[in-house]
């Protein structure tokens, strides 16, 4: 295999710790303790060898990466070395003063996740009590700093029908961009899918609100959409395909492919604490694994989008075909295409059970 192209981004989960609950939450079932997280001098060398490398883009993330106290400093460090930043966060931890500094340490923008459109339902959602109004709070302080602001709507069917009121939103906040994303259903948000997954007329109505957002709000916002895959036909390029454009780096620095990688269990990630980031990205079993199209099995290996779909999401294909090496049974022609269809009916048309809150050390039904 040749050696591949630099990674265009890195992921930099600073923390696994966060105020908020969230049922859909991207992280691990397993969550890494403070005690695990790398210093700052690490975080500052991984950023260093990220650029060296060819890196343009880090995304500060977590948990919530605002909970971290050297954030300013990790910031600045990632400016000093050429890097783009942009700030992963749930906001409800920032006030004027810590944007302000972030804004001087050389931040280059901010993304916060909003959960509905407005305050008892966002935070039912997320478990925190205030942070909907919150959020609201720190996006417009974020927009008086001068910084570009998107706004993540993180969808499913106890929210969607509110859809049009957080497109609302993101106009009346002067957000840039919004990403109207769909719940991807790995980690925790697999647990509580039956709550979540959307029928198909909450799917396609998303849809037509989204298509004619996009006309009505041309050259004022851009709006990214991100559908789930159990209703779709054909596999998306999860990341860019693995190990091509992206990688993540975990509290404690293991590098990973995706951030959901670790639910392979069969793969060992090597950590930035003992290989430079350069040989883990071009050289380690994790990223070669499923890198390129040679480990493809049929009918990917013969299909004339194996080079943009790059196979679909292995850690989809773990969780519901039980291989990770096996096609995405979101693409039409995986054998297991038909059972995905079947289950997103059958659990989709049922009354969505409590949700299973995202919280260190336990998970529990509210």
């Known amino acids: 295999m040749t050696r591949p192209a630099a990674a265009m981004a890195l992921l930099a989960e600073l923390t696994h710790r966060c105020p908020l609950q969230c049922p859909y939450c991207s992280n691990p079932l397993e969550l890494e303790r403070a005690a695990a997280e790398l210093d700052t001098a690490t975080w500052c060398r991984v950023f260093s060898e990220a650029a060296e490398m060819g890196v343009l883009q880090v995304h500060f993330s977590g948990g919530e990466p605002t909970a971290r106290k050297d954030l300013r400093e990790l910031v600045r460090h990632a400016a000093d070395v050429g890097l783009y930043s942009n700030l992963i966060t749930s906001a409800v931890l920032l006030d004027r003063d ?8 050389g931040l280059n923008h901010v ?7 407005e305050a008892p339902g966002a935070d039912r959602i997320g478990g925190y009590a205030g942070g909907h109004d919150k959020k609201l709070a720190v996006a417009r302080l974020v ?19 509110n859809l049009e009121a957080m497109i609302a939103l993101a106009v009346e906040l002067d957000a840039r961009r919004l990403e109207v994303a769909h719940v991807q259903y790995y980690g925790w948000a697999l647990a509580n899918r039956a709550s979540m997954l959307p029928t198909r007329d909450q799917l396609e109505q998303a849809t037509k609100v989204v298509q004619a957002a ?84 049929e009918p990917c290996r013969s299909c004339d989008q194996r080079e943009l779909d790059w196979g679909g999401c292995r850690c989809q294909a773990l969780a519901l075909a039980g291989n990770a090496a096996l096609t995405d049974p979101a693409c039409g022609l995986s054998p297991h295409h038909a059972d995905l269809l079947a289950l997103a009916e059958r ?18 039904a509210v």
């Open 143 to 161: 927009r008086e700093a001068g910084l570009p602001l998107t706004l993540n709507a993180v969808v499913h069917r106890q929210n969607l029908q």
């Open 111 to 117: 993304q916060i996740s909003i959960q509905d459109s």
């Open 98 to 105: 810590r944007i302000a500094a972030l804004a001087a340490a």
């Open 214 to 297: 996009r006309e009505r709000l041309k050259g004022i916002l851009t709006i990214d959409y991100v559908v789930p895959d159990y209703y779709a036909h054909k596999p998306k390029a999860c990341m860019g395909g693995w190990g091509r454009q992206f990688l993540n780096v975990s509290p404690s620095g293991k590098v990973l492919p995706c951030h959901a990688a670790e639910s392979i269990k069969d793969l060992r990630f090597d950590s930035v604490t003992e290989r430079p980031l350069r040989d883990i990205w071009e050289n380690s079993e994790a990223f070669r694994r499923f890198r390129g199209t040679d480990w493809m099995p």
């Open 347 to 364: 659990e989709s048309a049922s009354p969505p059970p409590a949700f299973r809150y995202r919280r260190i050390g336990a998970t529990a």
